[in-house]
């Protein structure tokens, strides 16, 4: 079939070329690595990276989709930090699971992973200096705030939000056995199997087991090994023990995400489109978190998430964290916060839902 031949040796020639180009742009990003070294400034700079992409959209005039300008320079981004400076990233683990796959999303394939066990795990790595940023869950918007996330940014105000990215979280069906009548068996956490009961019942799986797994990642795991069981996990889970997806987004509500923050002891400069989040310990009298609301208003500041949280160290007191608009340096900012009886600032960063 030559005309397929001639196509192939064009996209040959093509692909020589792309090569030969990311080679240049690597030396340039060593360069840019070396000069950073010695100012000291940070490798990680999401804003660089936001301009980018907004640039390249804006001149799109060919097949590829926003999306798809996102997935190839997103890793073509991961690959430029670690050539500046090998990156160590900490994630809530185990491998395979939707944090790991958010880590994965923003670090690429050459940084270096390290599963932890817990939350605060993750925190006690970043202030041993054992990693350069860590990825945790914040919020679900089925399932709410992870309280455990919210407590370890006031135990370790230190640590810095650097960052936040959003995943729509897609349950995947996989099995190594395709047919379904066959299957006695469903593992998964039981936060997923609950979330795609819908599925369950229209495929008439209801009537197989429900063996509960730590995690989607174990769950994948023992499924893998079971030849007339399923799993309800992620697609990086399935991928990771080669288990094959029967079908891709099982999830009752299509809409669920999750917000991930990425932390790190850096702090950001001031910049358009940022968002700030504090822990605000208000007086304890009447009306104390009406005064400090009333200031945010004066201040034209728009708040994003409010939720209070138990200080557990003294009982039957409460701390609020707050998502705003706005960066902490900022003068509005600094005027709403003067008169609250104290602020633990937990960082300024990009708001990733505004692009």
């Known amino acids: 079939m030559p005309k397929i031949k001639e196509f192939r040796d064009k996209i040959d020639k093509v692909d020589d070329e792309i090569l030969r180009l990311l080679n240049e742009r690597m030396n340039y990003v060593k360069s840019i690595g070396e000069l950073k070294m010695q100012s000291g400034g940070s490798i990680y700079r999401p804003e660089r990276e936001r ?12 097949l590829l989709n926003l999306n798809a300008i996102e997935a190839i320079y997103g890793e073509i981004f991961a690959v430029s930090r670690n050539l500046e400076k090998p990156q160590k990233v900490a994630y809530l683990g185990p491998e395979g699971t939707y944090t790991h796959q958010a880590a994965r999303s923003r670090f690429g394939a050459m940084s270096s992973y390290t599963a932890l066990a817990s939350i ?3 925190f006690k790595e970043l202030v041993n200096k054992e990693a350069n940023y860590g990825v945790v869950p914040i919020e679900n918007n089925t399932e709410g705030a992870v309280g455990l996330t919210l407590d370890c940014l006031g135990k370790y105000s230190e640590l810095k939000i650097f960052a936040e990215l959003y995943l729509d979280i897609h349950h995947s069906f996989v099995s190594i056995n395709e047919n379904l009548k066959e299957l006695a068996r469903v593992y998964s956490h039981p936060q997923a199997y609950n979330q795609c009961r819908n599925f369950l019942e229209s495929h008439e799986l209801m009537g197989a087991e429900f063996v509960p797994a730590k995690s989607t990642a174990n769950a994948a795991f023992l499924a893998s090994k079971d030849k007339n069981s399923a799993a309800i996990c992620s697609k990086i889970a399935a991928k990771l023990f080669n288990v094959p997806v029967l079908f891709e987004k099982i999830e009752d509500n299509l809409a669920n995400r999750t917000r991930f923050l990425i932390l790190s002891d850096i702090k ?16 304890h009298k009447p009306g104390g978190l009406f005064l400090l609301l009333e200031q945010f208003k004066k201040e034209n500041i ?17 701390s609020f964290y707050i998502d705003f608009e706005g960066h902490i340096d900022d003068e509005n900012v600094k005027r709403a916060l003067e008169g609250v009886e104290q602020v633990i600032w937990l960082g300024s960063y990009l708001n990733a839902e505004k692009n």
Do not use: M, W, Y
């Not at 301009?51 to 060919?62: F, H, P, V």
């Open 268 to 283: 950001n400069p001031s910049l358009p489109n940022c968002k700030t989040s504090i822990l605000a310990h208000t007086a």
């Open 120 to 122: 605060e795990d993750v």
């Open 302 to 318: 728009n708040l994003t998430k409010l939720e209070s949280r138990p200080v557990k160290s003294k009982e039957f007191l409460h």
């Open 51 to 62: 301009a980018i992409i907004k640039r390249l959209k804006e001149q799109n005039k060919g």
